[in-house]
């Protein structure tokens, strides 16, 4: 789930600019962020169980590309992905494989822009599971980059 919060919020470096004299946002996003802190704060049924900080040493990041494919590197493993943006929101699609090989339905993840400047961004994910048992987990997450 780590892995997919940080892509998701690689995608979140997209946002959207005005028409004036901001940067198109893919001018903004495209390149490669480099993870500073990563805080993951998982609930069981509302009720906080467990708060996580991470503190990068600049080797995981995220690259976004100009023709909306990118790809990160967590914890040493490299992922492809191709993303989509609208206003402050990126939409980032994780193709997945069977342990067979065969291909599944990719994994989506939404990720909101808290900030982007040409060199840090924030974003912010919010994942919500319901297991169908009665017990609902959530896992909320805010990393920042730095190009």
Known sequence: MKNLLLVAIAAV????????????PSSALTGKW??????????????????????????????????????????????????TYSGNTIIISIPQTASN????????????INTLTPSNLAVASVVTIDFGTGIIFKETENESFEK
């Open 34 to 83: 480099y993870v500073i802190t990563d805080t993951i704060k998982e609930y069981q049924d509302n009720a906080l169980t467990e708060v996580d900080t991470v503190k990068s040493n600049r080797t995981d990041y995220v690259q976004f590309n100009a023709d909306k494919t990118g790809t990160v590197l967590n914890n040493g493993v490299l992922s492809n992905f191709t993303y």
């Open 101 to 112: 090989g065969t291909a599944k339905a990719p994994l989506i993840q939404t990720v909101t």
């Open 13 to 24: 470096l997209f946002v959207a600019c005005s028409k004036k004299n901001n940067p198109a």
